[in-house]
């Protein structure tokens, strides 16, 4: 492929990585302008309706970890198009559904395809370019991935009022097609490191992947149980994912492929950035979540407004990362990590300050204060995390973050969720006071994230691993 395309068929490659899981990020974020909606027409109530981010965050969480897995077993391109496959047929037929049980079927699947497609530019980015582009990659990958939920929110809410909630699955679908096209001409059939896909290689940890979606499952159905009367149910889901948790590590350490190499943890940068990738995924996903309802059901706009409000938010921030990712060659990631939380964090407290009188400008300005803490933290979390490991555990690195900033985040969703019910349910007057308080908690959340962040000191320099996609 090198040979065929020139020196830089590396970039081709990152650019049809870039499209499939920017697919896959506006199935994430669209959704949430289109709950107040659908919450309507399938009579919903927001502990159901934040099932619609919760079971697609689950589904992305597990899958996960069977990327490194996928890869080494059918390569690249088949791992791609597969799960972009299931992306499409998620999106078309989600559109077409007539239930909400088929619809939530359609975000779990949506999920999986997700889960699969996110940690695979991280691993080519490590694997293809040189230590001192890759910051550089990561930053130009991350301007084309946060243009999908910048422009998201804008499109989905204009498709809300004018077609109605179903639109909003059929956004993925050029996306999809695109990827398709460009991921036969330009992807790889081997598996990371350049070696053949073996699909007579390591067997699937399924005892360790039936375990952890235990885990999850109970922990996210145990979180919205809390918020019932007899709280005796979700307490004994709570108490059954800690127990398959510590079930799941005893078998990582005996397992002879194991799903999560716990060796990993064992590398410094790459502990303090899982913690800091699980906190910030609990803030940044619960966030996405709550900022679009707030905004219809607190400040009474209309999804299009809602939208265009975020708008600049999202631009901004697809200006910031690119410079952020150069940084990140230069500076020290801790820093520049911690920096973009701090930000973050603010953001989230500057949203207690806002009201019905507040003008849309004001608003428009705090949103713009946590993305461009979003652009430090993004390209500089998985580098930071990541580097310095060797090459036989890059591909386990990559989804092993990936999983844990998901997890991180479908906790979030399910947890903002959650206590904004409560408040609204204890505040029944004053439904902006509710929001207020939930705002309060992600930027207490985010903040608790800087002291593992600061610990994320730079990996000394190694030597870079052999360019191969």
Request: with cysteine; charged share 10%.
């Amino acid at each position: 492929m090198r040979q065929r395309f020139g020196p830089n068929y590396r970039w081709r490659v990152l650019l049809t990585v870039m499209i499939g899981t920017m697919a896959s990020i506006m199935a994430s974020t669209i959704i949430n302008v289109a709950v107040p909606d659908m919450s309507r027409v399938f009579t919903l109530g927001q502990e159901r309706a934040q099932w619609l981010s919760a079971g697609f965050m689950a589904a992305m969480t597990l899958s996960m970890l069977t990327t490194p897995w996928l890869l080494e077993r059918y390569g690249y391109r088949r791992t791609y198009v597969g799960a972009v496959l299931l992306l499409l047929a998620g999106g078309v037929v989600g559109g077409l559904s007539g239930t909400f049980e088929l619809v939530l079927a359609m975000r779990v699947a949506e999920g999986l395809a997700a889960g699969v497609l996110q940690p695979i530019p991280a691993i080519i980015i490590l694997r293809a370019f040189e230590p001192h582009e890759q910051g550089k990659a990561m930053g130009i990958f991350g301007f084309g991935v946060v243009l999908a939920p910048a422009l998201g929110p804008s499109v989905g809410g204009v498709l809300v009022e004018w077609f109605g909630w179903r639109s909003i699955f059929f956004v993925v679908v050029p996306f999809c097609l695109a990827a398709l096209v460009l991921a036969r001409r330009y992807l790889p059939v081997t598996a990371p490191g350049g070696v053949a896909a073996n699909r007579n290689g390591a067997r699937l940890d399924v005892l360790g992947l039936a375990l952890i979606a235990v885990a999850v499952l109970c922990l996210l159905n145990g979180l919205v149980g809390l918020h019932s009367a007899s709280r005796g149910p979700a307490l004994v889901l709570l108490a059954a994912a800690a127990l398959a948790v510590v079930l799941f590590i005893a078998h990582q350490r005996r397992a002879p492929q194991p799903l999560m190499r716990l060796a990993l943890f064992g590398h410094r940068a790459f502990a303090m950035g899982g913690r800091v990738a699980f906190i910030y995924g609990m803030a940044l996903f619960g966030s996405t979540y709550l900022v679009p309802v707030f905004m219809q059901i607190a400040l009474k706009l209309p999804p299009s407004q809602a939208g265009a409000v975020l708008l600049p938010a999202g631009l901004a921030l697809a200006v910031v990362i690119p410079l952020a990712g150069r940084l990140a060659d230069k500076v020290a990631v801790n820093r520049l990590v911690s920096a973009g939380l701090l930000l973050l964090a603010a953001s989230f407290v500057l949203m207690v300050f806002v009201g019905i009188e507040t003008a849309l400008w004001v608003i428009t300005l705090f949103a713009i204060v946590g993305r461009i803490g979003l652009g430090c933290v993004l390209p500089s979390l998985n580098l930071g995390a990541m580097r310095g490991l060797p090459d036989a555990l890059i591909s386990q690195g990559s989804s092993g973050i990936g999983f844990l900033r998901q997890l991180g985040g479908a906790v979030g969703v399910s947890l903002v969720g959650i206590v904004l019910e409560w408040r609204l349910q204890a505040l029944p007057g004053d439904p902006l006071r509710a929001f207020h308080e939930t705002f309060m908690l992600l930027g207490v959340i985010t903040a608790l994230a800087m002291f593992a962040a600061w610990r994320m000191t730079p990996p000394e320099p190694s030597h870079a691993p052999s360019p191969s996609a």
